[in-house]
Antibody
């Protein structure tokens, strides 16, 4: 059974870059079957898709965040990562990594989520 | 961008009730519509994929349907563990989530 685990700093200063890593276990990250995604949730609010990376390295991003986001994958380490630049307090949220199947099969596996707080 | 309009934003129901949540897409998304349940402090859980397919392990009281750009999640005979927030999600073009529906105890 696949497991995903986020790691990274819980506190980041405004204008800095937050970098998060998701480690995948129990499944091949290189299978070519899944999109490896980042999703966030502001406190008390709904879900916001940030973007995803495919095993080939191809990516797609939320247009509202595209200018500040990079998602990458390291199949040898079974990890994929999120880099969000020039953060502000509005980027304070729980960040989830997740696995989405292709062809309308949904996001079937999620990490537990990690809270990132942007504050000086 | 595809917008997903979910309604209602909240509802109160009793154990045993039938609950219906709807999601409308701003354009055609075929059957690229999924439903999730999220409990407080937890990651979302996939309930329905492809508009009407039940995810493995999900109770059969959950069902999904589609009509054009309108999608419905139905919970038959609401159970105590079903009180949670529900989200729709389209994956036809990029990914967009609906605003969520909080199901509370009446």
């Amino acid at each position: 059974q696949v497991q995903l685990q986020e790691s990274g700093p819980g506190l980041v200063k405004p204008s800095q870059t937050v970098s998060l890593t998701c480690t995948v276990s129990g499944d091949s990250i290189n299978s070519g079957v899944y999109y490896w995604s980042w999703i966030r949730q502001h406190p008390g609010e709904g879900l916001e898709w940030i973007g995803y990376v495919f095993s080939s390295g191809n990516t797609d991003y939320n247009p509202s965040l595209k200018s500040r986001v990079t998602i990458s994958i390291d199949t040898s380490k079974k990890q994929f990562s999120l880099s969000l630049r020039s953060v502000t307090a509005a980027d304070t949220a729980v960040y989830y990594c997740a696995r989405e199947g292709r062809a309308a099969s949904g996001i079937d596996s999620w990490g537990q989520g990690t809270l990132v707080t942007v504050s000086s | 961008d595809i917008q997903m309009t979910q309604s209602p934003s909240a509802l109160s129901a009793s154990v045993g009730d039938r609950v219906t949540i709807t999601c409308r897409a701003s354009q055609s998304i075929s059957i690229y519509l999924n439903w999730y349940q999220q409990k407080s402090g937890k990651a979302p859980k996939l309930l329905i994929y492809g508009a009407s397919s039940l995810q493995s392990g999900v109770p059969s009281r959950f069902s999904g349907s589609a009509s054009g750009t309108d999608f419905t999640l139905t919970i038959n005979s609401l159970q105590p563990e079903d009180f949670a927030t529900y989200y729709c999600q389209q994956s036809y073009s990029k990914v967009t989530f609906g605003g969520g529906t909080k199901v509370e105890i009446k």
